[in-house]
């Protein structure tokens, strides 16, 4: 299911995230095309400011036109952030996403 909600928001990498597309560093921006569902797997479709497009898991970004960024959950779009990274911004861990 591809959902397009999202499409158009600005989102930048809370890691450094490695495809067979490249490599895409901490803190690089770009914007979600959509969102979809795969294989039971949350992803959304990024297109990276370097012109790369790739898929990242949610908990991989962070949505950057909110009044305040926040990294995504696997079954919300968006949630809480539960804490703060070296830079104190704030970032949803891999171990605190839950799978479908």
Same mark, same amino acid.
Request: some cysteine.
């Given at each position: 299911?591809?959902? &397009?909600? #999202?499409?158009?928001? =600005?989102? =930048?990498?809370?890691?450094? &995230?490695?495809?067979?597309?490249? $490599? !895409? /560093? /901490? *803190?690089? +921006?770009?914007t979600?095309?959509?969102? $979809?569902?795969? &294989?039971? /797997?949350h #992803? $959304?479709?990024?297109?990276?400011?370097?012109?790369?497009?790739?898929?990242v898991?949610? *908990?991989? &970004? +962070?949505? $950057?036109?909110?009044? +305040?960024?926040?990294?995504?959950?696997?079954?919300?779009?968006?949630?809480?952030? %539960? +804490? *703060?990274?070296?830079?104190?911004? =704030?970032? %949803?861990?891999?171990?605190? !996403?839950?799978?479908?």
């Open positions: 299911m591809i959902d &397009i909600s #999202l499409t158009g928001r =600005r989102c =930048r990498a809370t890691k450094e &995230i490695r495809s067979h597309q490249g $490599l !895409a /560093r /901490r *803190f690089t +921006e770009g979600i095309q959509y969102d $979809l569902e795969n &294989i039971g /797997r #992803l $959304l479709s990024v297109e990276w400011d370097s012109g790369v497009t790739d898929y898991y949610p *908990f991989e &970004i +962070e949505i $950057l036109d909110e009044e +305040e960024p926040c990294s995504a959950d696997m079954n919300e779009t968006w949630r809480e952030p %539960v +804490e *703060f990274d070296e830079d104190e911004r =704030r970032v %949803v861990t891999q171990r605190d !996403a839950r799978w479908n």
